[in-house]
């Protein structure tokens, strides 16, 4: 499994990032773990931005974010030019955004759902293909609104 896969959480999501870090690790995922480490409260705004600089930049091809609630970090997350977050609690969501969004980023949170289904959920995603065609078509016109927010800056 050659898939590099950047994951992050704040301290409502510390616990449940460590298990899917653990998940991941046990079926030879390449990972790269960018905090936060302890539970001393932090802003998930931070971690979503070093997360979201690994996938922009290609250093890894997917990311993970983990809060109490998965909101802040896909708010934040999506705040990133290249960036797809999508907040996903259950299966269903998590293969469907893979094939119609081509979501590069998925949101978690940790206070919402259970480690079992999170794990479950978390493996949909990576195994989800992205379907092309008049998909494509949409995510080209969310890169040109990406591309015309920049230029009125
Ligand atoms: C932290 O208490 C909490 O606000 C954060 O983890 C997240 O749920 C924000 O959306």
Redesign the pocket.
Known sequence: MSLKISLAS????LLLKREILRSLQARGYELADRGCYTEE?VD?PDYAGVVCSDVVSGRAERGILV???????T?AANKHAGIRAALCHDTFSARTTREHNDSNVLCL???VIGTGLALDVVDMWLAGVFAGGRHQARIDKLTRIESTIKSNC
């Open positions: 704040d301290h409502g999501g409260s998930y809060c109490g609630t998965g909101i802040g970090m708010i949170g940790q206070r």
